[in-house]
């Protein structure tokens, strides 16, 4: 009650403008708090969701440290303390979201759960041995080091695990799916409120330390924008792919990603891609696996490996009959083939012949309908 009472005095000083701000950044603080319990408890049974509930929350506690420090100085140490130990949980859980998101898991590796408890067991420890109440200088010179640099390096490290992600859109130019537009919103989101603390560390700029739970509370209300304002057709969680896996596409629906699929291989040329794969494609088309897997199989009658094979050998032909003389193993490599007997023996199987053979007797061809015309 005591504590209710300093708190509504210590309010009364403020300007109206301190008071919108500090109403603004408390609302997204409360709001990230019930966001990240709806996750935990109500939340789609995936490993990604739960770890999504886990950065929030740790965020949310990080985030209101710092309002309740800014508006109110007189703060109890204590929540201090626990604000700076929520950031030693901030790194691995976007690093983990990440990796569920990515690898799918269908529950939490062990090894992931011994990382979380310890740094868990690690910063509680520090904390009961040297509390921020009695040894407060070690918590500001080397305790907030050592956590900002975890944070720092776990946003590094989930950076490399979005390499694939990051050159699509960089250097392919090439627009990212919902989901990968997902991953992207909640990395930049995290390292924008590190680079905005990491600053106020080195600046000690009152202005910056606020203005990283100001853009906590904007990216939690874009976050939110994003999930409801999508696309209702396109998959966001990696469980969404699980969840309509029983859906059995309409011919329209069929037709249209069909058109869409033809369309992408032309235009993008993706079947050059050796490393291309069902999940791949899907992605590009921004429809599940299960979905195309279906299309090619009731629409073209055959697996994944076979149409892109066609795709390949189509433009192969296309190149062997070219005036610049090319190698013939060269052009395996160059539309996709990752081996040399690959490509000579899908050649045959969808040509019945070699490709020597087939640029001899087309070349052939070519040479008598000049003559006689």
């Known amino acids: ?20 701000f500090f ?5 997204g603080v409360f709001n990230g708090l019930l966001l990240s319990l709806y996750l935990f408890i109500n939340g789609k049974k995936s490993v990604s969701v739960y770890f999504l509930g886990l950065l929030l929350l740790t965020l949310s506690l990080r985030i209101g440290k710092s309002v309740w420090l800014y508006f109110i100085p007189t703060l ?7 604000g700076l130990s929520a950031c030693f949980l901030i790194g691995p859980s976007l690093v983990y979201f990440i990796k569920a998101e ?9 090894n992931w759960w011994w990382v979380l408890i310890s740094c868990a067991f690690a910063i509680a420890v520090a904390g009961l041995v040297y509390p921020y109440t009695r040894y ?44 990968e537009t997902w991953l992207l919103i909640i ?45 209702k057709n396109l998959p966001l969680w990696s469980s969404d792919i699980a969840k309509y896996g029983s859906k059995k596409l309409s011919e329209g629906e069929a037709s249209v990603i069909q058109s869409r699929l033809e369309k992408v291989m032309l235009e993008k040329g993706l079947f050059k891609n050796p490393d291309l794969k069902l999940a791949d494609l899907a992605s590009e088309l921004m429809i599940p696996p299960h979905q195309l897997s279906q299309v090619l199989n009731d629409n073209f009658g055959k697996g994944f490996t076979g149409y892109v094979n066609e795709y390949r050998i189509n433009e192969a032909c296309k190149l062997l009959l070219a005036g610049d003389n090319p190698k013939i193993e060269a052009i395996g490599f160059e539309v996709g083939f990752n081996s ?17 053979l087939f640029q001899q007797q087309h070349k052939a061809g070519s040479i008598v309908r000049d003559i006689s015309a």
Request: aromatic letters at 18%; one cysteine or more.
């Open 1 to 20: 009650m005591s504590y209710a009472v300093n708190l509504f005095f210590a309010l009364q000083p403020m300007s109206l403008q301190k008071e919108i």
């Open 23 to 27: 109403f603004f950044c408390a609302l």
């Open 76 to 82: 109890p140490k204590l929540y201090l303390q626990i």
């Open 102 to 110: 990515l690898e799918t898991p269908k529950k939490v590796p062990k």
């Open 136 to 179: 407060a200088k070690i918590w500001n010179v080397y305790y907030f080091k050592i956590i900002y640099a975890q944070w720092g390096a776990c946003i590094l490290f989930s950076g490399v695990l979005l390499k694939e992600v990051f050159r699509k859109t960089r250097v392919k130019k090439e627009k990212p799916t919902a989901k």
């Open 187 to 231: 990395w930049g989101a995290v390292t924008i409120i590190f680079a905005l603390y990491l600053t106020t560390m080195l600046t000690g700029s009152p202005a910056v330390y606020i203005t990283g739970s100001i853009a906590f509370s904007f990216m939690l209300y874009f976050i939110v924008v994003f999930i409801l304002y999508r696309k």
């Open 340 to 356: 040399r007997s690959t490509f000579f023996s899908t050649f045959k199987k969808l040509k019945g012949m070699t490709p020597a």
